[in-house]
């Protein structure tokens, strides 16, 4: 049977972090699916709009060769029905999120993969306004 997978995600001023995160959670299993934050989720977590926008951010995640399907995430509590949604077996995030979705383990395993280090969408956007 095939093992599905869901991540999500900004994905914004995509870097090889994002690369790493999307091959491990690829490694998992058979089908990545990726939930890519909609401008407004992202506003309302972060007081701020990505850089690329939602439409943007989504065609980058569909040109990558190991991710089968990639939706927006409306909401954070939404995730349960997303992952039903999606029939995932498997959530996987980045440890900056660890414990946070062990709510959905009885739904699905959960794993956590350590983030890249010394890279994020924060740390480039800081030094591209000091440029």
């Known amino acids: 049977m095939a093992t599905r997978v869901i991540t999500f995600g900004t994905f914004d001023v995509f870097h090889v972090g994002h690369i790493n995160i999307l091959e491990r959670c690829a490694s998992l299993g058979d089908t990545l699916i990726v939930g890519v934050s909609s401008d407004d989720l992202n506003y309302s977590k972060k007081s701020r709009y990505p850089i690329y ?3 943007d951010r989504l065609k980058i995640l ?4 190991f991710v089968d399907e990639v939706f927006f995430e409306e909401s954070l509590e939404k995730k349960r029905e ?3 949604f999606f029939k995932a077996d498997i959530l996987a995030m ?5 414990g946070k979705f062990d709510e959905f383990s009885d739904i699905c395993k959960v794993v956590y993969f350590p983030r890249t280090p010394s890279i994020s969408t924060t740390e480039i956007i800081e030094i591209a306004k000091k440029i």
Do not use: E, V
Request: charged share 35%.
């Open 62 to 65: 569909q040109s990558i060769k």
């Open 53 to 55: 926008t939602q439409d």
């Open 94 to 98: 980045g440890d900056d999120w660890a």
């Open 82 to 84: 997303y992952i039903k």
